[in-house]
């Protein structure tokens, strides 16, 4: 008895010692080629000209806006229903080379050559109306397929990237690297695509807008598919899997034992309620200036570096819903201001009044950009890892996909009201800058202003919830990296076994 209470004592150690060493700063795991790996599949997610997808879809394209109601509505429900069926897919997965890596490398070749299809569609169906069946059976089919094989992606990403360390200060550090460099880079495509639209529009530059976006897509879509390709093949798995797999019912048990997820969920189902139209049409149709974006965000492009300088600082001062509220609701604060000056004498028809009014919302809101991109998704890593914590096992893709659940089913409401107001407001696909009526140019920036704030404020109560302090954060980790110690110990000593 004394000698199995001694070995007990050895063991228990052994595992403390262990976690000490797992939680250690200064342990890493993840070397500098993989770290610049991580960076570069960082810069690929932005790296693409995506933000003026609406545009491509609407003026380019030209797919009617009530067919774009039918299939907002449609893919919505479809998302719905394969995420679940995908995340019980990629839990159960066991492969020599992890659980999301071989779904990442199988998605590198067909994700790109969707996105290239999408980019060519002005090729194959030019000069159609926009209600022609052909286009529109084919744009169906294509959303369905590329819908599949994006969520598939998205729950591979997600889970790879909250196993890449077990360290938990190693990975914030890679988050904020991740952030700070690619913000250099990723955000180079949509900037240029900006100055060239409104060179085009201004008859300054001898080439078709849809040349322009087919040329401009095909080329972005292949050098981010070989940047997500290099980092699929480069990066490991760190965290080990317990060999049985979780099953659909236990996944979804887990979800409801996860408070913190289940807060973060409740906050995205709030979040989108708002109904957000984006920028692209007023910048576009009224101000008639696509690389507006690029222009009032040239001060906030100096400070938003400096703001990953003092993330680790604020997290060490504040807690992290304060932290959380900040970051996320600053913005809609300033929106506030300028919808204001815009709604006064006509001046959302005016860029000497309305530069100087977005450029101030954006220098202040860069203030705290480093906070708002590293808080929210070191929060999900969090997730993942207290439902192992209360659970015993890791159901990374399932609790991806119960985060974007609700939230997913009301954004598929919210797309296809979207699509309809445009319709109702007499915007005009295809018509161009400077031919949509001057009630309809009021409402599109009404649209981009005031109602997403007005509709997503109620996502503030939530965030008020968030249980993770830093004591609970601390003994989770303690007691994670103990006990993934003594499944590493379990598993060599079954191979040992088996070998003899």
């Known amino acids: 008895m004394a000698e199995a209470s001694t070995a007990e004592k050895v063991a228990v150690d052994e595992a403390s010692e262990y976690a000490n060493r797992a939680l250690n700063k200064n342990r890493r795991y993840v070397g500098t080629k993989e770290t610049l790996a991580y960076i570069i599949y960082d810069i690929s997610v932005s790296f693409n000209i995506n933000k003026y997808n609406d545009i491509f879809t609407t003026d380019i394209i030209q797919i009617g806006l009530r067919f774009q109601t039918v299939v907002s509505f449609v893919i919505g429900i479809w998302d719905i229903i394969n995420d679940i069926f995908l995340a019980a897919i990629v839990d159960r997965t066991r492969t020599r080379l992890g659980k999301f890596k071989p779904w990442l490398l199988l998605y590198a070749g067909p994700g790109m050559l969707l996105s290239f299809f999408f980019w060519s569609m002005p090729l194959f169906f030019a000069n159609m109306s926009p209600y022609n069946v052909t286009k529109l059976t084919a744009y169906m089919i294509f959303s369905i397929i590329n819908n599949l094989a994006g969520s598939l992606n998205n729950i591979a990403r997600t889970g790879m990237l909250s196993t890449i360390t077990p360290n938990v200060i190693e990975r914030t550090r890679l988050i904020t690297q991740a952030n700070l460099f690619s913000g250099f880079v990723e955000r180079g495509p949509e900037i240029i695509m900006g100055l060239l639209i409104d060179l085009v529009n201004h008859g300054q530059f001898k080439i078709k807008l849809p040349s322009l976006f087919v040329g401009a897509g095909l080329i972005t879509s292949l050098f981010a598919g070989c940047m997500a390709l290099y980092f699929s093949i480069v990066a490991k798995e760190r965290v080990l899997q317990k060999t049985e797999k979780p099953s659909i019912t236990q996944g979804l048990r887990s979800i409801f034992t996860n408070k913190p997820l289940l807060v973060l969920t409740v906050e995205e189902f709030l979040c989108a309620l708002s109904i957000n139209f984006g920028l692209n049409y007023y910048y576009i149709n009224v101000l008639g200036l696509a690389s507006m974006t690029t222009i009032v965000g040239i001060p906030g492009a100096i400070v938003s570096p400096i703001s990953y300088s003092y993330v680790t600082k604020a997290r060490a001062m504040f807690s992290t819903k304060t932290l959380w509220i900040?970051?996320?609701?600053?913005?809609?604060?300033?929106?506030?201001?300028?919808?204001?000056?815009?709604?006064?004498?006509?001046?959302?028809?005016?860029?000497?009044?309305?530069?100087?009014?977005?450029?101030?919302?954006?220098?202040?809101?860069?203030?705290?950009?480093?906070?708002?991109?590293?808080?929210?998704?070191?929060?999900?890593?969090?997730?993942?890892?207290?439902?192992?914590?209360?659970?015993?096992?890791?159901?990374?893709?399932?609790?991806?996909?119960?985060?974007?659940?609700?939230?997913?089913?009301?954004?598929?409401?919210?797309?296809?009201?979207?699509?309809?107001?445009?319709?109702?407001?007499?915007?005009?696909?295809g018509a161009g800058y400077g031919k949509q009526s001057e009630k309809t140019e009021y409402l599109l920036f009404v649209m981009c202003t005031i109602v997403p704030v007005c509709t997503g404020i109620l996502s503030l109560i939530p965030k008020l919830f968030y249980p993770i302090n830093t004591e609970t954060r601390e003994r989770m980790y303690r007691e994670l990296n103990e006990r993934r110690h003594a499944t590493v110990t379990e598993v060599n000593a079954k191979e040992i076994e088996a070998q003899e």
Request: hydrophobic share 40%; proline share 3%.
């Open 326 to 429: 900040l970051s996320a609701h600053l913005p809609d604060v300033l929106m506030v201001g300028v919808f204001a000056v815009g709604s006064m004498n006509k001046n959302y028809k005016k860029l000497g009044v309305m530069i100087p009014a977005f450029m101030l919302r954006e220098t202040i809101w860069m203030s705290v950009y480093g906070i708002s991109k590293v808080i929210p998704e070191e929060m999900r890593n969090e997730c993942i890892d207290y439902g192992e914590w209360k659970t015993g096992y890791r159901t990374e893709g399932m609790t991806g996909v119960a985060k974007g659940l609700a939230t997913k089913l009301v954004a598929t409401l919210g797309n296809t009201v979207k699509s309809f107001i445009m319709s109702r407001i007499g915007y005009q696909e």
